[in-house]
């Protein structure tokens, strides 16, 4: 599987992502710049976490208009998968790419532990390593992981199945309890009709390796080499 990841200044997760796709798949990511409009032919896209031009105006709203992400819409409208993670998921809503937006954690502090997810969805290429209804730990780290949409499009997300973690507790249980960030419907991550473009705000990248205490993340990247290799 051949993979790119989209760098802006601010990233400070891309160097994370690019070792879980190299040691995974097989094959190092082209490490793209933010200002680049000729991105090479892959089969996956990543836009990695980190704080995008200081997140000024709104987390992902200054990168949603750099020159790459052009052609990165270009190439989720032809199908190409797209991984947005943190930063990168903020970025996508901000693109256009998802739907809904990412505001300010309910309790106004940034939140930096490992939380549980449940997993809603295994049909699309990110998942296929997943049981619907599994469980699995993955770290967050971010200040504006509140995931909100009006009613009638959150109807839509639900309705559609386009909902691909919830928090959770460690028993699989979505509650108030475990929802870190005030995220409507506890939605922790969210693929597109087409299921070619997820976003999510936990880390899988930093749960991939055993030596990080953890592998539950390691199955997304196995899963997308085996879908798209």
């Not at 933010?34 to 980190?50: F, K, M, N, Q, S």
């Not at 939140?111 to 997943?130: G, H, K, M, N, Q």
């Not at 922790?188 to 087409?194: D, E, F, P, T, V």
Request: proline share 6%; hydrophobic share 40%; net charge neutral.
């Amino acid at each position: 599987m051949k993979s790119a990841v989209i760098v802006f200044p601010g990233s400070n997760c891309d160097r994370d992502m690019q070792v879980a796709l190299a040691r995974i798949t097989g094959t190092p990511p082209v490490m793209v710049w933010h200002r680049e409009t000729d991105l090479p032919r892959v089969d996956l896209i990543a836009v990695p976490g980190g704080f995008s031009y200081g997140d000024y105006l709104r987390s992902g709203a200054m990168a949603a208009h750099s020159p790459a992400m052009t052609e990165v819409r270009k190439r989720a409208a032809a199908g190409v998968a797209v991984l947005g993670v943190c930063n990168g998921f903020q970025i996508l809503t901000e693109a256009g790419l998802l739907p809904g937006v990412l505001m300010r954690n309910a309790s106004l502090r940034f939140i930096c532990r490992d939380v549980y997810l449940r997993v809603e969805d295994s049909r699309a290429p990110f998942t296929t390593r997943y049981r619907t209804g599994q469980v699995i730990r993955i770290p967050i780290a971010h200040a504006d992981g509140n995931f909100f949409a009006d009613a009638e499009t959150l109807k839509r997300i639900e309705g559609e199945g386009q909902v691909a973690f919830r928090y959770c507790d460690p028993n699989g249980e979505v509650t108030a309890a475990a929802n870190p960030n005030g995220s409507l419907g506890n939605i922790a991550g969210i693929r597109n009709r087409a299921g070619n473009v997820l976003g999510m705000m936990p880390h899988p990248e930093r749960l991939a390796d055993q030596l990080l205490s953890g592998i539950d993340g390691r199955a997304m990247f196995e899963g997308l080499s085996e879908a798209l290799g």
